[in-house]
């Protein structure tokens, strides 16, 4: 993984750098802290596709695949 193209390096040269700067976009705003709905607190990750868990209170909730509001 470089600076460069960040956690995209794991595709190698496949897909094309479009796609990939699509798919490193969408993951790191994935990865990052989000707030809690129930604390407020920035400390909510996710634990698996659509279920997040609030790091600080222990709350669990679903939401959306890559981010924990929709719409």
Known sequence: MTKKVGSAGKFGPRYGMKLRRKWL?????????????????????RISTGIWKCRKCGTTFIGGAYLPKTG
């Not at 802290?33 to 400390?43: G, I, K, N, S, V």
């Open 25 to 45: 976009e969408v993951d790191r705003k994935q990865r990052k802290l989000h707030e809690c709905p129930a604390c407020q607190r920035r400390a909510v990750k």
